[in-house]
Protein backbone atom coordinates (compact mmCIF):
# COMPACT_ATOMS: atom_id res chain seq x y z
CA UNK A 1 0.00 0.00 0.00
CA UNK A 2 1.41 3.36 -0.94
CA UNK A 3 1.47 5.73 1.92
CA UNK A 4 -1.05 8.18 2.70
CA UNK A 5 0.82 11.54 2.36
CA UNK A 6 -1.94 13.85 2.44
CA UNK A 7 -3.15 12.30 5.66
CA UNK A 8 0.31 11.97 7.70
CA UNK A 9 1.16 15.48 5.77
CA UNK A 10 -1.91 16.79 8.02
CA UNK A 11 -1.05 15.02 10.92
CA UNK A 12 2.18 16.59 10.67
CA UNK A 13 0.90 19.72 10.66
CA UNK A 14 -1.58 19.25 13.06
CA UNK A 15 1.52 18.41 15.60
CA UNK A 16 3.43 22.08 14.15
CA UNK A 17 -0.12 23.81 14.81
CA UNK A 18 0.03 22.29 19.00
CA UNK A 19 4.15 23.50 19.10
CA UNK A 20 3.33 26.74 18.42
CA UNK A 21 0.09 28.01 19.90
CA UNK A 22 -1.24 28.56 23.94
CA UNK A 23 -3.60 25.85 24.04
CA UNK A 24 -6.19 27.37 26.83
CA UNK A 25 -9.04 24.84 25.88
CA UNK A 26 -9.85 23.56 29.59
CA UNK A 27 -10.79 20.00 27.88
CA UNK A 28 -7.41 19.43 26.08
CA UNK A 29 -3.78 18.55 27.24
CA UNK A 30 -1.12 16.90 25.61
CA UNK A 31 -0.43 12.84 26.09
CA UNK A 32 3.08 11.54 27.10
CA UNK A 33 4.54 9.83 23.81
CA UNK A 34 4.51 6.75 25.37
CA UNK A 35 0.83 7.12 25.69
CA UNK A 36 0.70 7.92 22.19
CA UNK A 37 2.70 5.38 21.25
CA UNK A 38 0.72 2.68 23.33
CA UNK A 39 -2.18 4.40 20.99
CA UNK A 40 -1.13 3.45 17.51
CA UNK A 41 -0.58 -0.37 17.85
CA UNK A 42 -1.77 -3.87 16.94
CA UNK A 43 -4.35 -4.33 19.68
CA UNK A 44 -6.42 -2.33 17.43
CA UNK A 45 -6.71 -5.42 15.13
CA UNK A 46 -8.35 -7.20 17.95
CA UNK A 47 -11.91 -8.15 19.01
CA UNK A 48 -12.22 -8.99 22.39
CA UNK A 49 -16.39 -8.11 22.76
CA UNK A 50 -16.71 -8.93 27.03
CA UNK A 51 -14.45 -8.69 29.99
CA UNK A 52 -10.94 -10.16 31.06
CA UNK A 53 -11.40 -13.40 31.43
CA UNK A 54 -14.89 -13.80 30.19
CA UNK A 55 -14.67 -13.15 26.21
CA UNK A 56 -16.79 -13.65 22.96
CA UNK A 57 -13.92 -14.55 21.17
CA UNK A 58 -10.42 -16.04 21.31
CA UNK A 59 -7.16 -15.07 21.30
CA UNK A 60 -7.73 -12.39 24.05
CA UNK A 61 -5.10 -13.71 26.50
CA UNK A 62 -3.02 -10.17 26.04
CA UNK A 63 -5.20 -8.10 25.84
CA UNK A 64 -6.85 -9.20 28.96
CA UNK A 65 -3.37 -8.16 30.22
CA UNK A 66 -3.68 -5.11 29.39
CA UNK A 67 -7.06 -4.46 30.64
CA UNK A 68 -7.16 -5.65 33.95
CA UNK A 69 -3.68 -3.56 34.07
CA UNK A 70 -5.56 -0.26 33.03
CA UNK A 71 -8.47 -1.55 35.61
CA UNK A 72 -6.21 -2.33 38.11
CA UNK A 73 -3.99 0.79 38.02
CA UNK A 74 -7.24 3.07 37.95
CA UNK A 75 -8.35 1.24 40.84
CA UNK A 76 -5.38 1.97 42.74
CA UNK A 77 -5.52 5.71 41.33
CA UNK A 78 -8.99 6.43 43.45
CA UNK A 79 -8.71 3.73 45.52
CA UNK A 80 -11.86 1.96 44.66
CA UNK A 81 -13.13 -1.46 44.23
CA UNK A 82 -15.15 -1.44 40.75
CA UNK A 83 -13.92 0.26 37.36
CA UNK A 84 -14.80 -0.26 33.81
CA UNK A 85 -12.15 0.93 31.21
CA UNK A 86 -13.88 0.31 28.02
CA UNK A 87 -16.31 3.43 27.67
CA UNK A 88 -15.27 4.88 23.99
CA UNK A 89 -15.54 8.43 25.58
CA UNK A 90 -16.91 10.08 28.39
CA UNK A 91 -20.53 10.92 26.75
CA UNK A 92 -20.77 6.94 26.53
CA UNK A 93 -19.58 6.37 29.95
CA UNK A 94 -22.30 8.64 31.24
CA UNK A 95 -24.96 6.88 28.58
CA UNK A 96 -23.99 3.33 29.89
CA UNK A 97 -24.41 4.84 33.71
CA UNK A 98 -28.14 5.71 32.76
CA UNK A 99 -28.49 2.99 30.53
CA UNK A 100 -28.13 0.77 33.77
CA UNK A 101 -29.82 3.06 36.13
CA UNK A 102 -32.89 5.02 34.89
CA UNK A 103 -35.76 3.76 32.79
CA UNK A 104 -37.08 5.92 29.81
CA UNK A 105 -38.86 8.54 31.17
CA UNK A 106 -37.35 8.70 34.70
CA UNK A 107 -37.07 11.93 36.36
CA UNK A 108 -33.26 12.95 36.39
CA UNK A 109 -31.72 16.18 37.79
CA UNK A 110 -28.53 17.80 36.74
CA UNK A 111 -26.82 20.83 36.54
CA UNK A 112 -28.11 23.16 33.92
CA UNK A 113 -25.97 23.73 30.68
CA UNK A 114 -25.91 27.01 30.30
CA UNK A 115 -24.72 26.98 33.65
CA UNK A 116 -21.59 25.03 33.38
CA UNK A 117 -23.44 21.45 33.05
CA UNK A 118 -22.60 19.25 30.48
CA UNK A 119 -24.43 17.65 27.38
CA UNK A 120 -25.00 14.78 29.21
CA UNK A 121 -26.86 15.35 32.22
CA UNK A 122 -30.03 15.91 30.61
CA UNK A 123 -30.04 18.43 27.84
CA UNK A 124 -32.62 18.64 25.19
CA UNK A 125 -30.30 18.05 21.93
CA UNK A 126 -28.71 15.01 24.13
CA UNK A 127 -30.19 11.51 24.57
CA UNK A 128 -30.34 12.35 28.46
CA UNK A 129 -32.58 15.23 27.59
CA UNK A 130 -34.68 12.84 24.99
CA UNK A 131 -35.10 9.59 27.18
CA UNK A 132 -35.03 10.88 30.40
CA UNK A 133 -37.14 13.67 32.01
CA UNK A 134 -34.59 16.16 33.14
CA UNK A 135 -34.63 19.01 35.12
CA UNK A 136 -32.14 20.89 36.69
CA UNK A 137 -30.26 23.00 39.67
CA UNK A 138 -28.14 26.22 38.41
CA UNK A 139 -25.78 28.67 39.83
CA UNK A 140 -26.43 31.76 42.27
CA UNK A 141 -26.60 34.89 40.33
CA UNK A 142 -24.91 36.61 42.87
CA UNK A 143 -22.11 34.64 43.49
CA UNK A 144 -21.68 31.65 40.67
CA UNK A 145 -22.02 29.41 43.59
CA UNK A 146 -23.88 25.71 43.01
CA UNK A 147 -27.08 26.95 44.26
CA UNK A 148 -27.60 23.76 46.65
CA UNK A 149 -31.06 25.12 48.19
CA UNK A 150 -32.92 24.94 44.60
CA UNK A 151 -30.71 21.18 43.87
CA UNK A 152 -32.59 19.77 47.32
CA UNK A 153 -35.74 21.77 46.69
CA UNK A 154 -36.19 20.37 43.08
CA UNK A 155 -35.10 16.89 44.39
CA UNK A 156 -37.69 16.89 47.36
CA UNK A 157 -40.24 18.34 44.32
CA UNK A 158 -39.64 15.60 41.60
CA UNK A 159 -37.91 13.21 43.59
CA UNK A 160 -35.29 11.94 40.76
CA UNK A 161 -33.95 8.25 40.35
CA UNK A 162 -30.30 10.10 39.69
CA UNK A 163 -28.92 13.21 40.29
CA UNK A 164 -25.77 14.49 38.52
CA UNK A 165 -23.04 16.18 39.98
CA UNK A 166 -19.92 17.16 38.24
CA UNK A 167 -19.49 20.30 35.10
CA UNK A 168 -17.79 21.65 32.32
CA UNK A 169 -17.11 24.90 32.79
CA UNK A 170 -17.38 25.12 36.89
CA UNK A 171 -14.08 26.43 38.47
CA UNK A 172 -15.60 25.51 42.47
CA UNK A 173 -15.14 22.36 44.13
CA UNK A 174 -18.60 20.24 44.79
CA UNK A 175 -20.41 19.44 48.52
CA UNK A 176 -21.05 15.99 47.35
CA UNK A 177 -21.78 15.00 51.28
CA UNK A 178 -24.57 17.24 51.28
CA UNK A 179 -25.88 16.27 47.85
CA UNK A 180 -25.61 12.72 48.90
CA UNK A 181 -27.89 13.59 51.71
CA UNK A 182 -30.66 14.90 49.98
CA UNK A 183 -30.45 12.12 47.58
CA UNK A 184 -31.16 9.55 50.47
CA UNK A 185 -33.53 11.08 52.03
CA UNK A 186 -35.76 11.52 47.94
CA UNK A 187 -34.22 7.80 47.52
CA UNK A 188 -32.14 9.18 44.18
CA UNK A 189 -29.01 7.62 43.20
CA UNK A 190 -26.00 10.28 42.90
CA UNK A 191 -23.73 10.02 39.71
CA UNK A 192 -20.65 12.34 39.40
CA UNK A 193 -19.19 13.56 36.33
CA UNK A 194 -15.45 14.16 37.33
CA UNK A 195 -14.59 14.57 33.59
CA UNK A 196 -12.72 17.72 33.97
CA UNK A 197 -11.29 17.86 37.69
CA UNK A 198 -10.51 13.61 37.70
CA UNK A 199 -6.63 14.23 37.86
CA UNK A 200 -6.82 16.72 40.83
CA UNK A 201 -9.25 14.26 42.83
CA UNK A 202 -6.84 11.26 42.19
CA UNK A 203 -4.04 13.33 44.22
CA UNK A 204 -6.27 14.59 46.78
CA UNK A 205 -6.34 18.59 45.60
CA UNK A 206 -10.12 18.65 45.61
CA UNK A 207 -12.97 16.83 47.56
CA UNK A 208 -13.48 13.41 47.63
CA UNK A 209 -16.68 12.08 45.29
CA UNK A 210 -16.23 8.66 46.03
CA UNK A 211 -17.49 8.14 49.44
CA UNK A 212 -20.73 9.88 48.66
CA UNK A 213 -21.62 9.57 44.97
CA UNK A 214 -22.77 5.91 44.29
CA UNK A 215 -21.29 6.29 40.63
CA UNK A 216 -18.28 8.16 39.22
CA UNK A 217 -17.77 8.65 35.92
CA UNK A 218 -15.05 10.64 33.85
CA UNK A 219 -12.79 11.08 30.69
CA UNK A 220 -9.62 9.95 30.23
CA UNK A 221 -8.20 13.05 28.77
CA UNK A 222 -8.54 16.10 30.32
CA UNK A 223 -6.81 16.49 33.18
CA UNK A 224 -5.94 12.66 33.39
CA UNK A 225 -3.99 13.37 30.48
CA UNK A 226 -4.42 9.67 29.11
CA UNK A 227 -5.63 8.80 25.74
CA UNK A 228 -9.56 10.03 24.67
CA UNK A 229 -12.14 7.82 26.24
CA UNK A 230 -14.28 7.32 28.94
CA UNK A 231 -14.33 5.30 32.59
CA UNK A 232 -17.12 4.29 35.04
CA UNK A 233 -16.17 3.58 38.63
CA UNK A 234 -17.54 2.95 42.14
CA UNK A 235 -15.67 2.76 45.59
CA UNK A 236 -17.83 0.15 46.70
CA UNK A 237 -20.76 -2.20 45.01
CA UNK A 238 -24.06 -1.99 46.09
CA UNK A 239 -27.31 -3.96 45.16
CA UNK A 240 -29.27 -1.69 43.26
CA UNK A 241 -32.38 -0.18 45.37
CA UNK A 242 -34.58 0.40 42.33
CA UNK A 243 -34.84 -3.63 41.39
CA UNK A 244 -33.53 -3.33 38.39
CA UNK A 245 -32.93 -6.86 36.20
CA UNK A 246 -31.18 -7.81 33.72
CA UNK A 247 -32.72 -9.43 30.87
CA UNK A 248 -32.85 -12.45 32.35
CA UNK A 249 -34.69 -11.04 35.65
CA UNK A 250 -32.36 -11.28 38.06
CA UNK A 251 -31.77 -8.52 40.56
CA UNK A 252 -27.88 -7.97 40.40
CA UNK A 253 -25.20 -6.10 41.63
CA UNK A 254 -24.63 -2.62 40.29
CA UNK A 255 -21.44 -3.29 38.69
CA UNK A 256 -23.11 -6.27 36.90
CA UNK A 257 -25.48 -3.79 35.89
CA UNK A 258 -23.03 -1.06 34.59
CA UNK A 259 -20.74 -3.81 32.44
CA UNK A 260 -23.85 -5.13 30.90
CA UNK A 261 -24.58 -1.50 30.26
CA UNK A 262 -21.24 -0.64 28.37
CA UNK A 263 -21.41 -4.01 26.88
CA UNK A 264 -23.56 -5.23 24.78
CA UNK A 265 -26.19 -2.49 25.98
CA UNK A 266 -24.05 0.58 23.99
CA UNK A 267 -20.73 -1.06 23.02
CA UNK A 268 -19.88 -3.66 20.74
CA UNK A 269 -15.95 -4.31 20.83
CA UNK A 270 -13.72 -2.28 23.16
CA UNK A 271 -10.77 -0.40 21.59
CA UNK A 272 -8.16 -2.71 23.33
CA UNK A 273 -5.18 -0.35 21.75
CA UNK A 274 -6.65 2.40 23.63
CA UNK A 275 -7.59 0.48 27.05
CA UNK A 276 -3.90 0.18 26.56
CA UNK A 277 -3.07 3.46 26.51
CA UNK A 278 -5.20 4.51 29.28
CA UNK A 279 -3.10 1.54 31.47
CA UNK A 280 0.03 3.78 30.69
CA UNK A 281 -1.63 6.66 31.47
CA UNK A 282 -2.81 5.53 34.87
CA UNK A 283 0.73 4.33 35.11
CA UNK A 284 2.00 7.99 34.86
CA UNK A 285 -0.79 9.32 36.98
CA UNK A 286 0.87 6.83 39.92
CA UNK A 287 4.06 8.60 39.73
CA UNK A 288 5.59 11.72 41.64
CA UNK A 289 5.80 13.24 38.34
CA UNK A 290 2.11 13.10 38.17
CA UNK A 291 1.64 14.43 41.58
CA UNK A 292 3.65 17.67 40.84
CA UNK A 293 2.04 17.99 37.36
CA UNK A 294 -1.35 18.07 39.34
CA UNK A 295 -0.28 20.69 42.57
CA UNK A 296 1.55 22.87 39.60
CA UNK A 297 -1.93 22.62 37.36
CA UNK A 298 -3.47 24.31 40.72
CA UNK A 299 -0.69 26.76 41.38
CA UNK A 300 -0.77 28.18 37.88
CA UNK A 301 -4.57 28.18 37.56
CA UNK A 302 -4.43 30.51 40.39
CA UNK A 303 -2.00 32.41 39.19
CA UNK A 304 -3.59 32.89 35.82
CA UNK A 305 -6.78 33.98 37.68
CA UNK A 306 -4.88 36.81 40.35
CA UNK A 307 -3.36 38.09 36.80
CA UNK A 308 -6.86 38.36 35.50
CA UNK A 309 -8.73 40.09 38.00
CA UNK A 310 -5.94 42.56 38.39
CA UNK A 311 -6.70 43.57 34.69
CA UNK A 312 -10.52 43.95 36.12
CA UNK A 313 -11.86 40.47 34.10
CA UNK A 314 -14.86 38.95 35.88
CA UNK A 315 -14.21 35.43 36.79
CA UNK A 316 -17.28 33.59 37.52
CA UNK A 317 -17.32 33.13 41.65
CA UNK A 318 -14.56 35.39 42.13
CA UNK A 319 -11.82 32.71 41.54
CA UNK A 320 -10.86 29.18 41.12
CA UNK A 321 -10.27 25.92 42.85
CA UNK A 322 -9.72 23.89 39.67
CA UNK A 323 -7.58 23.81 36.47
CA UNK A 324 -10.15 26.27 34.78
CA UNK A 325 -12.06 29.26 34.84
CA UNK A 326 -14.99 30.72 33.26
CA UNK A 327 -14.77 34.97 32.60
CA UNK A 328 -17.39 36.79 31.70
CA UNK A 329 -16.50 39.13 29.09
CA UNK A 330 -19.35 41.51 29.18
CA UNK A 331 -16.97 44.85 31.05
CA UNK A 332 -14.91 44.35 27.92
CA UNK A 333 -17.32 44.97 25.81
CA UNK A 334 -16.69 41.94 23.31
CA UNK A 335 -18.64 38.70 22.60
CA UNK A 336 -16.74 34.90 23.59
CA UNK A 337 -17.12 34.37 19.89
CA UNK A 338 -15.12 37.36 18.94
CA UNK A 339 -12.73 36.78 21.31
CA UNK A 340 -11.97 32.97 20.71
CA UNK A 341 -12.28 34.17 16.75
CA UNK A 342 -9.40 36.87 17.33
CA UNK A 343 -7.25 34.93 20.05
CA UNK A 344 -6.90 32.28 17.02
CA UNK A 345 -5.88 34.50 15.19
CA UNK A 346 -2.71 34.75 17.72
CA UNK A 347 -2.41 31.18 18.12
CA UNK A 348 -3.59 30.83 21.60
CA UNK A 349 -7.08 28.78 21.57
CA UNK A 350 -9.63 29.02 24.04
CA UNK A 351 -13.17 28.51 23.68
CA UNK A 352 -16.19 30.35 23.68
CA UNK A 353 -18.55 29.42 27.04
CA UNK A 354 -22.67 30.90 28.16
CA UNK A 355 -21.84 32.44 31.59
CA UNK A 356 -24.82 31.78 34.34
CA UNK A 357 -27.98 34.23 33.44
CA UNK A 358 -26.07 34.78 29.87
CA UNK A 359 -28.49 37.11 27.96
CA UNK A 360 -26.53 36.15 24.62
CA UNK A 361 -26.92 32.69 22.65
CA UNK A 362 -25.15 29.65 23.06
CA UNK A 363 -23.85 30.54 18.92
CA UNK A 364 -22.11 34.06 20.72
CA UNK A 365 -22.26 33.81 24.47
CA UNK A 366 -20.67 36.13 27.13
CA UNK A 367 -17.92 33.76 27.96
CA UNK A 368 -14.82 32.34 27.31
CA UNK A 369 -13.55 29.57 29.62
CA UNK A 370 -9.48 28.82 29.75
CA UNK A 371 -8.24 26.37 31.06
CA UNK A 372 -4.42 25.38 32.59
CA UNK A 373 -4.05 21.96 32.42
CA UNK A 374 -2.52 21.75 29.05
CA UNK A 375 -0.20 24.63 29.30
CA UNK A 376 0.79 22.76 32.68
CA UNK A 377 2.10 19.63 30.75
CA UNK A 378 3.99 22.25 28.48
CA UNK A 379 5.74 23.02 31.52
CA UNK A 380 4.67 26.05 32.02
CA UNK A 381 5.01 27.68 35.86
CA UNK A 382 3.04 30.49 37.65
CA UNK A 383 5.95 33.22 36.51
CA UNK A 384 4.68 32.78 33.03
CA UNK A 385 0.84 33.32 33.22
CA UNK A 386 1.50 36.59 33.34
CA UNK A 387 2.81 36.62 29.92
CA UNK A 388 -0.27 34.42 29.03
CA UNK A 389 -2.69 37.10 30.35
CA UNK A 390 -0.52 40.02 29.10
CA UNK A 391 -1.13 38.57 25.21
CA UNK A 392 -4.95 37.47 25.36
CA UNK A 393 -5.83 41.04 27.17
CA UNK A 394 -3.65 42.80 24.49
CA UNK A 395 -6.16 40.78 21.64
CA UNK A 396 -8.97 41.24 23.32
CA UNK A 397 -8.22 45.34 24.25
CA UNK A 398 -7.41 45.50 20.11
CA UNK A 399 -9.84 43.31 19.07
CA UNK A 400 -10.02 44.99 15.37
CA UNK A 401 -6.08 46.07 14.79
CA UNK A 402 -4.41 43.39 13.33
CA UNK A 403 -1.73 44.51 13.45
CA UNK A 404 -1.31 44.04 17.09
CA UNK A 405 -2.86 40.09 16.81
CA UNK A 406 -0.25 39.63 14.42
CA UNK A 407 2.79 41.08 16.43
CA UNK A 408 0.76 39.31 19.49
CA UNK A 409 1.10 35.64 16.96
CA UNK A 410 4.56 36.35 16.60
CA UNK A 411 5.48 36.79 20.67
CA UNK A 412 3.06 33.49 21.33
CA UNK A 413 5.08 31.63 18.82
CA UNK A 414 8.49 32.61 20.10
CA UNK A 415 7.49 32.23 23.64
CA UNK A 416 6.03 28.74 22.83
CA UNK A 417 9.35 27.68 21.30
CA UNK A 418 10.56 27.88 25.36
CA UNK A 419 8.86 24.47 26.06
CA UNK A 420 9.21 21.89 23.61
CA UNK A 421 6.94 19.49 22.69
CA UNK A 422 7.29 15.75 21.12
CA UNK A 423 11.13 16.35 20.88
CA UNK A 424 11.21 12.99 19.85
CA UNK A 425 8.62 13.29 16.66
CA UNK A 426 12.13 15.72 15.53
C1 LIG B 1 -15.97 16.44 28.48
C2 LIG B 1 -17.10 16.02 29.31
C3 LIG B 1 -17.83 14.86 29.01
C4 LIG B 1 -17.78 14.14 27.68
O1 LIG B 1 -16.63 13.63 27.27
P1 LIG B 1 -16.45 13.14 25.76
O2 LIG B 1 -15.27 12.25 25.87
O3 LIG B 1 -16.25 14.36 24.94
O4 LIG B 1 -17.67 12.41 25.35
C5 LIG B 1 -18.79 14.43 29.91
N1 LIG B 1 -19.03 15.13 31.03
C6 LIG B 1 -18.38 16.26 31.33
C7 LIG B 1 -18.72 16.98 32.59
C8 LIG B 1 -17.41 16.76 30.47
O5 LIG B 1 -16.80 17.90 30.76
Not at 72 to 79: A, H, M, S, V, Y
Not at 145 to 155: G, I, N, P, R
Not at 308 to 336: A, C, P, V, W
Amino acid sequence: MQRDTLVFDLIRKELERQRHGIELIASENFTSLQVMQAMGNVMTNKYAEGYPGRRYYGGCEIVDQTEQLAIDRLKQIFNIEYANVQPHSGAQANAAVALAVLQPGDNILGLDLSMGGHLTHGSQVNYSGKLYNAHFYGVKREDGLVDYDMLEAKAREIKPKMIICGASAYSRDWDYARIRKVADEVGALVMADIAHPAGLIAKGLLNDPFDHCHIVTSTTHKTLRGPRGGIIMMRKDFENPFGLTDNKGNIRLMSNLLDLAVFPGIQGGPLEHVIAAKAVAFGEILSDEYTQYANQIVTNAQAMAKAFMEKDYQIISGGTDNHLMLIDLRNKNISGKKAEQILVQADITANKNMVPYDDKSAFVTSGIRFGVAAITTRGMKAEHMQFVVNAIDNVLMNADDAAVISTVKKQVNEFMSQFVLYPEMG
